[in-house]
């Protein structure tokens, strides 16, 4: 059966861009690789496709290096955003390592985001959400420091600053999170 597409328009969605264009194909390809999949919507008909090549991660998600992304909207605290992410099947983000630092820091565009290291088990002891000791690290320089917040609750989660360097905070406090 043959499909004619009257009023197709191609969408790029999720990651941190949206993009319609009425005419085929993106300007610069390259631009869109690394991120989710074009969509392709037309009367009756919603197809999505990936650039060739590469598996695809859910829509919204972000791709980069064979792993999936997401970058949360709404701001939660570290318990909650974790939660959110277990319940899509993934869990905060384990950094490994400085190529995949400054993609996510790319990513996060100056707003701070929880991610899945913790020290919550034991004070002063960071591990990973997949319970890994933290190798590479990131830290901002002074931290992480514990702050007390009024001589009682300490500073047990981490997350991107602006900068995209880490900081321990109060893990009530919300932030958007990274998941993967
Ligand atoms: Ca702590
Ligand atoms: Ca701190």
Same mark, same amino acid.
């Given at each position: 059966m043959a499909l004619r597409l009257t009023q197709a328009v191609l969408s790029f969605t999720g990651c941190s861009f949206s993009h319609q264009a009425r005419r085929p194909w993106p300007h610069n390809p390259e631009e869109h690789s690394s991120c989710l999949s074009l969509v392709l919507r037309g009367e009756g008909l919603t197809a999505a496709f990936s650039p060739a090549g590469i598996p695809r991660c859910q829509l919204g998600w972000c791709q980069e290096q064979g792993r999936c992304y997401l970058f949360s909207q709404t701001n939660q605290t570290w318990e909650a955003a974790r939660n959110s992410c277990l319940a899509q099947n993934a869990d905060l983000v384990v /950094? +490994?390592?400085? !190529? $995949?630092? +400054?993609?996510?820091?790319? !990513?996060?565009? *100056?707003? !701070?985001?929880? /991610?899945g290291l913790t020290d919550q088990g034991t004070e002063g002891i960071w591990r990973w959400v997949d319970n890994t000791s933290a190798v590479f690290t990131n830290w901002n320089k002074g931290e992480p420091n514990n702050v007390l917040r009024n001589g009682i609750s300490d500073e047990d989660c981490a997350h =991107? =600053? $602006?900068?995209? =360097?880490?900081?321990? $905070?109060?893990?009530? +406090? *919300?932030? !958007?999170?990274?998941?993967?």
């Open positions: /950094i +490994n390592d400085q !190529r $995949e630092q +400054n993609y996510l820091v790319h !990513r996060a565009v *100056s707003v !701070r985001h929880w /991610i =991107l =600053l $602006e900068t995209g =360097l880490w900081n321990d $905070e109060h893990c009530s +406090n *919300s932030y !958007r999170c990274v998941a993967n």
